[in-house]
């Protein structure tokens, strides 16, 4: 069963949506040699409290932390520790809170300083993957058709999709339908319609493995110790085309960054 979000819905949701990549773009600009994944953590927990807002993933099914910090070739759900970022290091920031009763979730990764090419070319590759799987969320149109997009995008540039984890649909609740996985043929299932909101979450990868459980129960990481990329956006699907709620967070970062 999917949600469809009415007219307020969705406001209240971009709102939430837009106070969330606010965060995350802070919380970003905080990544730099010698800053540990707990103080992120606690930076993020505390913007969004400050804004009357509760982390939506700390509780959730157990999980410890506000934020996920997944660093290398760890691909998602990384715990916060006493570890410290080091130049060179990639970090995946996934976030989500709880407002007035709607979810939003997003993610990023960026590098610690100067990274290496190829490190720079996987960001690139999973930004557009992103970027092409939000173009595919139009009425009429089917949730494949943004798995598909997803997975061509990344393989067609050298890079394999993570299999073992979706995006998904949000509202209510943190996860709602439909599954988004990152692979998939396009023009079959569930057809998009007005009012859906999804998050699509490329997870891409140097790999072909399957994913590795670490011993925590939560962090996925590469098998052969690959490179791994996330960014997670919003987009609601809207009779004149897909509305990114979450507004562009890799953007917005670099903007700030400067
Ligand atoms: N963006 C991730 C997801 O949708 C974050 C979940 S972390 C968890 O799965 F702790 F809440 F599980
Ligand atoms: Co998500």
Redesign the pocket.
């Known amino acids: 069963m999917i949600a469809l979000k009415t007219e307020a819905e969705v406001e209240v949701t971009a709102r939430n949506a837009q106070l969330l990549a606010q965060i995350l773009v802070e919380v970003a600009l905080e990544v730099r040699p010698g800053v540990t994944t707990e103080e992120l953590d606690r930076s993020a927990e505390t913007r969004i409290r400050s804004a009357g807002a509760r982390p ?3 509780g ?2 157990g ?1 410890p ?1 506000t934020l ?1 910090v997944s660093v290398n070739e760890e691909i ?2 990384g715990i916060p520790s006493e570890r410290r970022l080091r130049e060179g290091d990639i970090v995946s920031l ?3 809170l709880e407002r007035d009763g709607y979810y939003a ?3 990023l990764t960026v590098g610690v300083g100067r990274i290496t090419p190829e490190a720079e070319r996987l960001l690139e590759v999973t930004r557009g993957a992103l970027r092409n799987a939000i173009k595919a969320a139009r009425v009429g149109g089917y949730v494949s058709d943004l798995s598909h997009a997803i997975g061509r995008y990344a393989t067609e540039h050298g890079f394999y999709v993570v299999r073992e ?1 979706v ?2 649909g949000i509202g209510r609740e ?2 709602e339908d439909p599954q988004i996985p990152n692979f998939g043929e396009p023009g079959h299932g569930t057809v998009l319609r007005e009012g859906m909101i999804l ?1 699509p ?1 490329p997870m891409v990868k140097g790999d072909d493995l399957p994913v590795r459980m670490e011993g925590d129960g ?1 962090t996925a990481v590469t098998a052969s110790g690959a490179l791994a990329a996330h960014y ?1 956006e919003m987009v609601v699907v809207t009779a004149s085309g897909p509305h990114v709620l979450t507004g562009g967070i890799w953007e917005a970062f670099c903007r700030r960054r400067t």
Do not use: Q
Request: hydrophobic share 40%; glycine share 8%.
């Open positions: 939506a993933f700390k959730y099914r999980y932390a996920c998602v759900h996934d976030l989500g979730d997003a993610a984890f995006g998904h943190l996860h998050c979450e939560w997670e």
